[in-house]
């Protein structure tokens, strides 16, 4: 799909249809997000791939809509912070940017192949953690369920450009 076009139909699905995603397009998911950029190119990054089925009532721990473990699978992307990037000047270390860099090729990606997902910050990290047996300095960042949609875009609200956009200084 044209990319102006992807950008623009690309939406927070949440609803999702029972059928398999096929492992040809989850690995194109996982290999778009393998070469996102990162500071530094270090990754500093693991991302866990989830199957529902059997699993969704110890999901359902994580993040409490329904709708979390319709889809097949659910992606947690985790961050590393002792292997990320850190800013020299104050020590601002970048493991969530690069982690939301890899999660934003992902899904674009699952959508370029007629995928659904939807970003998800709002989940339990403790549990999280537990479900998922995350080891000590294993964070967990962003979540998204993986299916096809059964549900429809809705219109975006966005604000204007000239809201967002600032020229030579604040």
Known sequence: MEFSRLIHERYSVRAYKPDPVEDEKLQQVLMAARIAPTAA?????????????????????????????????????????????????????????????????LILAAADLGLGTCW??????????????????????????LGYPADQLRPKERKPLSELIRYEHW
């Open 41 to 105: 190119n270090l990754q500093p990054i693991q991302i866990i791939v989830i199957h529902t089925k059997g699993r969704e009532d110890e999901l359902t721990r994580i993040y409490k809509r329904s709708w979390f473990v319709q889809a097949p699978l659910v992606i947690c992307m985790c961050g590393i912070p002792a292997q990320g990037w850190v800013r020299g000047s104050d020590k601002k270390n970048y493991t969530d940017v690069d982690a939301a860099l890899v999660m934003d090729h």
């Open 120 to 145: 998800i910050a709002a989940f339990d990290p403790t549990a999280a953690r537990d479900v998922l047996g995350l080891p000590e300095g294993v964070e967990p960042i962003i979540m998204t369920p």
